[in-house]
């Protein structure tokens, strides 16, 4: 590994501007950090997740995630280089699948929550669609690695539906909606 940071504040960010890992520095409220910022966000949310109990598959998939988010931000760090590869995707669909197998059929729309890590999931699958978001409008502009952009679009799916399978832990059940209810 390069350089380990021995001083965490250098004031290079003082004016608004920050560094990208080629070397450029751009507006803190760059399309490009703005993405980078979003899947950082996620991959925080993502370890508050962690920080519940969880089954042993949720952890290890999660925590496979958190290092390819890890990866894509890197990636969206230094414009041209790539990281994902549709591989990335392929286990993600393989992991959803698997989690999705036991799950009754959805009939009706579900409410986020149902315990505190099935919520917590359900927050970081909305993060997920933010970076998303984020990392299409980088597109428009700029190149991003496509695998990178079909990845965040399956694994909000992935972790919808692994908050479904959280909100059954102990017994629980899912929150499901209720149209035109009065408050």
């Given at each position: 590994?390069?350089?380990?940071?021995?001083?965490?504040?250098?004031?290079?960010?003082?004016?608004?501007?920050?560094?990208?890992?080629?070397?450029?520095?751009?507006d803190?409220?760059?399309?490009?950090?703005?993405?980078?910022?979003?899947?950082?966000?996620?991959?925080?949310?993502?370890?508050?997740?962690?920080?519940?109990?969880?089954?042993?598959?949720?952890?290890?998939?999660?925590?496979?995630?958190?290092?390819?988010?890890?990866?894509?931000?890197?990636?969206?760090?230094?414009?041209?280089?790539?990281?994902?590869?549709?591989?990335?995707?392929?286990?993600?669909?393989?992991?959803?699948?698997?989690?999705?197998?036991?799950?009754?059929?959805?009939k009706?729309?579900?409410?986020?929550?149902?315990?505190?890590?099935?919520?917590?999931?359900?927050?970081?699958?909305?993060?997920?669609?933010?970076?998303?978001?984020?990392?299409?409008?980088?597109?428009?502009?700029?190149?991003?690695?496509?695998?990178?952009?079909i990845?965040?679009?399956?694994?909000?799916?992935?972790?919808?539906?692994?908050?479904?399978?959280?909100a059954?832990?102990?017994?629980g059940?899912?929150?499901?909606?209720?149209?035109?209810?009065?408050?």
């Open positions: 590994m390069g350089h380990r940071l021995s001083k965490i504040y250098t004031r290079t960010g003082d004016r608004g501007t920050t560094g990208l890992g080629d070397g450029r520095r751009v803190k409220d760059d399309v490009r950090v703005e993405a980078i910022g979003a899947v950082d966000e996620l991959n925080s949310a993502l370890g508050v997740l962690l920080a519940d109990t969880l089954p042993e598959k949720v952890r290890d998939c999660l925590t496979q995630v958190q290092h390819a988010l890890f990866d894509l931000g890197g990636e969206l760090s230094i414009p041209g280089h790539t990281m994902l590869t549709p591989d990335h995707t392929t286990r993600l669909e393989q992991a959803l699948d698997a989690f999705n197998a036991d799950l009754p059929p959805l009706e729309f579900i409410l986020p929550g149902g315990n505190s890590a099935a919520a917590a999931c359900h927050l970081a699958r909305t993060i997920c669609r933010r970076a998303e978001r984020r990392a299409f409008t980088l597109a428009r502009s700029e190149t991003v690695n496509e695998a990178a952009l990845y965040l679009n399956r694994l909000s799916d992935l972790l919808f539906v692994i908050a479904r399978v959280l059954r832990l102990n017994g059940n899912e929150v499901l909606w209720q149209p035109h209810r009065d408050n």
